[in-house]
C-alpha cells in the first residue's frame, strides 16, 4: 500500500483522535478546580485517544496478534462514543440554564445532569446486549424482468442473505453458531453471504467458513468478499477455505442454480472501491432467460447493476449504520454521508435491491438503533 492510500484509509481513524483529544482537552479546562474529575477525563481521554492511535497503521503492527488490542480499543472507541455524546449535551444543557428564569434553572441542571448519562447508558447497552440482538428479518420481493413461466417457478423462492460477520472478539464461534442455527430454522432454499467474513488477518478466518458451511440450504452457499478480506490480505485464501468446506465465493465469476425450470444466475465480484469505476466486466456474468442476482458487498454498485441488467442486487458493508438515532421518523447515521444505500430495500426500474444491516461490528463494537440481521427473503410474482 502507497503512502497517500495508508493515509487515506486512516483518516476516518485521525478524524477520531483529533475529536476525542479536543474533547478532553476543552472538558479539562471547563472543570478547573476539580482535581479527581479532571484527572479522570484526562486519563479516560489518554485511554480513548490511544486506543484508536492503535488501530492505526502503522501502529498497529506493534501488537499484531492481540486480543487485548481489541479489548482496550473497542471500548476505547465505545468511551470515546459516549463522551463526545456526554459533552453535546452538557453543553446543550448549559445553554438551556442561561436562558430559562432563575427560579427554573435547578430544575434545569438536574434536567441536564439526567440527560448526559444517556450516552454512556446507550453506549452501555449497545456493547452489552445490542451487538448480539439478532433478528430475522423477512422482506418480500417482488421478482421482475422474467417471462411469465420463470416467475411461476419461482414465486415462495426464500433466499437467506447473511453479511458482514467481522469474525473478531467482539463476535465469536458462540454468536456465529447462534446466527447459523436462527439462520437454518428458516428453510431456505438458497443461501448467499455478501463478505467482511473477518476484520484483519489476526482473525480466524477458516474457523469462521467451517461454522457457516454448517448453514443449510437446498443449494450451497454462495459468497462474496468484502473490503476487510482486502484489508487482511485474505481474498484467496477465503476462496481456497470457501472451496475446501463447500462455501462458492464467487470472484468475478458466477454460477447457475435451478429451482424446477427456472434458473438463477449467481454472479459475485470483490470489493468495489470508491472513486473507481464499478462493475467492470460484470455484464458478461449475465444470462439471458435467467432470474440475474449479484452479490457486491458495496451497494453503491446498484445503479451500474441495475443499467447492466441484474434483476436484483444483495449488498451488506454499511452495518445499517451500526449507530443510529431516529429523529422524526428519519434514521441519522455516519453511514447516510457516505452512501444512499444504509439499509433495506431499494427500486430502480426493473431492478432491486436489499442492504442487509449484517451481523458484526467494526470500529466501535456496540449497535444502537441498528440490530444484527439474519435476511430471509421472499420472491413472489410481482
Known amino acids: 500500500m502507497g503512502l ?180 437454518n430454522e428458516t428453510k431456505p432454499h438458497m443461501a448467499v453471504f455478501t463478505g467482511d467474513f473477518i476484520t484483519d488477518a489476526r482473525n480466524p478466518l477458516e474457523e469462521c467458513i467451517r461454522i457457516m458451511a454448517k448453514l443449510k440450504a437446498d443449494a450451497p452457499l454462495l459468497a462474496c468478499n468484502g473490503n476487510h478480506e482486502i484489508f487482511g490480505k485474505c481474498e484467496v485464501a477465503a476462496q481456497q477455505l470457501g472451496a475446501r468446506y463447500g462455501i462458492e465465493i464467487l470472484r468475478q465469476q458466477n454460477t447457475e442454480l435451478r429451482f424446477g425450470n427456472a434458473r438463477v444466475n449467481v454472479a459475485g465480484v470483490d470489493y468495489q472501491q470508491y472513486r473507481k469505476p464499478y462493475l467492470v466486466g460484470a455484464g458478461q456474468h449475465l444470462r439471458p432467460g435467467a432470474y440475474n442476482i449479484l452479490l457486491s458487498h458495496n451497494p453503491d454498485v446498484f445503479p451500474v447493476a441495475a443499467e447492466q441488467g441484474y434483476q436484483l442486487t444483495l449488498a451488506g458493508h454499511t452495518h445499517g449504520g451500526q449507530v443510529t438515532v431516529e429523529i422524526l421518523n428519519q434514521y441519522a447515521n455516519v453511514a447516510r454521508f457516505f452512501t444512499p444505500y444504509v439499509s433495506g430495500k431499494y427500486t430502480r426500474e426493473n431492478a432491486l435491491c436489499y442492504v442487509t444491516r449484517g451481523l458484526g461490528t467494526v470500529g466501535i463494537p456496540a449497535r444502537i438503533g441498528a440490530p444484527p440481521e439474519i435476511t430471509l427473503i421472499r420472491l413472489c410474482a410481482s
Open 4 to 183: 497517500s492510500q495508508s493515509f487515506y484509509r486512516n483518516i476516518p481513524d485521525l478524524v477520531i483522535l483529533g475529536v476525542v483529544v479536543a474533547m478532553h482537552f476543552v472538558c479539562y479546562r471547563q472543570l478547573a478546580g476539580r482535581h479527581i474529575v479532571r484527572l479522570a477525563i484526562a486519563l479516560l481521554g489518554c485511554l480513548a485517544a490511544f486506543s484508536v492511535a492503535t488501530g492505526i497503521h502503522p501502529v498497529n503492527r506493534l501488537v499484531e496478534g492481540s486480543d487485548g488490542l481489541y479489548w482496550l480499543r473497542g471500548l476505547g472507541m465505545l468511551y470515546a462514543l459516549a463522551s463526545l455524546g456526554a459533552y453535546v449535551l452538557y453543553r446543550i444543557s448549559r445553554a438551556a440554564q442561561a436562558s430559562v428564569a432563575p427560579e427554573r434553572r435547578e430544575f434545569v441542571k438536574a434536567l441536564g445532569t439526567a440527560l448526559v448519562a444517556g450516552p454512556a447508558i446507550l453506549a452501555g447497552h449497545g456493547f452489552v446486549a445490542g451487538r448480539r440482538e439478532f433478528r430475522v428479518e423477512e422482506v418480500d420481493i417482488p421478482i421482475r424482468g422474467v417471462d411469465p413461466s420463470t416467475m411461476r417457478d419461482l414465486n415462495g423462492l426464500r433466499i437467506l442473505h447473511l453479511s458482514d460477520s467481522h469474525f473478531s472478539p467482539f463476535f465469536t464461534a458462540e454468536d456465529l453458531e447462534r446466527v447459523v442455527a436462527m439462520a
